[in-house]
C-alpha cells in the first residue's frame, strides 16, 4: 500500500498485532541521523529514555530499538501507558538543507519483515528545513494509528529536543524550579494511587529507605530474576514470589517514571517474561505466560548461569549505561560455583548491581560469598537470606534490598561504568 503525506489509518488496516518496524530510507548528500521521540499525552518527551537514536539505541523494555541507522523495531504491547505516540524524525548534521533530498521513503514492514506499506518522499517538498517529522505512531480510542506527517523543520536535531520539552545536553541547565524533587515524588505516588492504590503505603515506605540511603534522585532501570525450580513450589503456591513483585515494584515506580521491572524466571533454562507495569502486576506470576506452572524453563532444575548469561546479554545489547537494579531470587541448590564467580567477574564491568536474596532455602554456595569475592573492578553483589518473606517488615526488606546499591553506584561512577 502506498500512503500519502498527511494520511491517517490504523495501524491494523496493515499489520496483525503490535509488532512491526519502521524504515527509513533517505537519499541525501548530507549526514542524516534518524530518531524516534516517545512523548506523553502533552507530546512532550517526559522521560529522555524514550528519545531512540544512535547514541541511545533502545528504549526501557526494548519497546523501540533501533536496530540499525534509520530502521526501528517495535513492541507497541511493551510500550508503558504513559507513551501516546512515536514521532519519527530525520535531522541533517551540519550544512545542508532537506530541499536537497533526492527520492525517499518510509516503509512500515509486519513482524515477518514483509513490507506492507511505504511513502514517498523528496526535497521538493521542503527548503531550507534540516529536518523532518516524518511520520507518528500514535494511540487514539484505544487504537495504534499511522499518521504520514513529513513536516519541516527549519532547525535539526537539537532544536527537535527542544519542541519536545527535553533539554540539549550541550546547552545550559536552566535555573531549577523550587522543590523538585518533592514535586516528582509527588507526582509518583499519584501515579501510584491512580493505577495500584493498594501500592500506595509500599510506595511511601520505599520512598522512605530510598531517602536514607541518599537514592531519592537515582534513575535507574529495575530487573527481577526468579527461581523456578520445582523446590521453590512452595513459595509460588503461598503468594510468596508474587509479594516480591508487589514489593520491589514500588521501588521501580520511585527509580524510573515507567515503572516498569524487567522480568525472567528460570530453572534448567531461562525465560524472559513480560516487563511488569503498575496496569499488570496483580496476579501476574498466576498469569504471565499462562502462569508460574507451565513457564517455559525446561525441567524444574537450578542452572543460574544460564539466566545470567541471557540477563548480561539483554543489557548489553541495549546499548543503555544507565544503572541496572538485578534482584535475583532463590532458594539455594546452588553448585555452578565456579561458572558464577567468573560471570560475576565479567559483569562487574557493566552497569548492573546484583542482589541475591535466598529465600527459604539453603546451599547458595557462591552467592553467600559475594561480598568478598576478589578479581572484581568494583563489588557488584550483595546477598541476604529470609526464611520467609513474612519475617521482616516492609521499611526492612527496603532497607536491606537498598544497602549495597549506594557504594556500587558511587564506586561504578568513579569507574565510568554507569553514566
Given amino acids: 500500500m502506498q500512503i500519502n503525506q498527511g494520511q491517517r489509518l490504523p495501524l491494523s488496516n496493515l499489520i496483525q498485532g503490535q509488532a512491526l518496524s519502521f524504515s527509513l530510507n533517505i537519499a541525501s548528500p548530507h549526514t542524516v541521523d534518524c530518531a524516534c521521540f516517545g512523548l506523553d499525552a502533552q507530546g512532550k518527551l517526559s522521560d529522555d529514555r524514550y528519545m531512540v537514536f544512535f547514541n541511545q539505541p533502545a528504549s526501557p523494555c526494548a ?27 530525520a535531522a541533517i548534521d551540519g550544512h545542508g538543507a532537506m530541499r536537497d533530498l533526492q527520492a525517499s521513503t518510509f516503509t512500515i514492514k509486519d513482524a515477518g519483515g514483509r513490507a506492507v506499506a511505504s ?23 484505544g487504537q495504534w494509528r499511522l499518521m504520514s506527517n513529513l513536516q519541516g523543520f527549519n532547525e535539526g536535531l537539537a532544536a527537535l529536543v527542544r519542541h519536545f520539552g527535553a533539554q540539549v545536553a550541550d546547552e545550559p541547565t536552566p535555573t531549577p524550579t523550587p522543590t523538585p524533587i518533592q514535586v516528582t515524588t509527588l507526582s509518583l505516588e499519584k501515579k501510584v494511587a491512580a493505577s495500584a492504590p493498594h501500592l500506595v503505603s ?14 531519592d534522585q537515582v534513575k535507574a532501570r529495575v530487573a527481577l530474576i526468579l527461581d523456578a525450580s520445582g523446590s521453590m513450589n512452595g513459595q509460588y503456591s503461598r503468594g510468596r514470589v508474587q509479594e516480591v513483585v508487589n514489593r520491589l515494584l514500588p521501588l521501580a515506580v520511585h527509580f524510573d517514571d515507567d515503572g516498569a521491572i524487567d522480568c525472567w524466571a528460570f530453572a534448567a533454562k531461562p525465560q524472559k517474561l513480560s516487563c511488569i507495569t503498575l496496569a499488570n502486576h496483580k496476579a501476574f506470576i498466576d498469569t504471565d505466560h499462562d502462569g508460574w506452572r507451565d513457564w517455559d524453563v525446561g525441567r524444574r532444575l537450578n542452572d543460574e548461569p544460564r539466566v545470567m548469561e541471557q540477563v548480561i546479554e539483554h543489557y548489553l545489547a541495549s546499548g543503555d549505561r544507565s544503572p541496572v537494579f538485578v534482584l535475583f531470587i532463590s532458594d539455594g541448590g546452588v553448585s555452578e ?10 559483569a562487574a564491568k557493566l552497569p548492573l548491581f546484583w542482589q541475591f536474596v535466598g529465600l527459604g532455602g539453603r546451599g547458595y554456595g557462591i552467592l553467600e560469598k559475594l561480598d568478598d569475592m576478589p578479581g572484581r573492578v568494583v563489588d ?28 556500587w553506584l558511587k564506586d561504578a561512577a568513579a569507574k565510568g561504568i554507569v553514566a
Avoid at 560455583?337 to 565479567?346: A, D, G, Q, S
Fill in 202 to 215: 509500599l510506595a511511601k515506605k520505599a520512598q522512605v529507605s530510598l531517602e536514607k540511603a541518599r537514592l
Fill in 380 to 407: 557488584n553483589c550483595g546477598f541476604f537470606a529470609l526464611d520467609d518473606l513474612h519475617q521482616v517488615s516492609e521499611e526492612q526488606l527496603y532497607d536491606q534490598l537498598m544497602a549495597e546499591f549506594p557504594n
Fill in 63 to 89: 519497546s523501540v530499538r533501533q536496530a540499525m541507522p534509520g530502521e526501528f523495531a517495535l513492541d507497541l504491547a511493551r510500550l508503558p501507558a504513559s507513551i501516546e505516540r512515536l514521532v519519527f524524525t
Fill in 337 to 346: 560455583n565456579r561458572k558464577i564467580t567468573r560471570l560475576m567477574t565479567e
Fill in 119 to 141: 511513502c514517498p518522499f523528496s526535497g521538493a517538498t521542503f527548503a531550507n528545513e534540516k529536518a523532518i517529522m516524518v511520520a507518528d505512531i500514535y494511540r487514539k480510542d
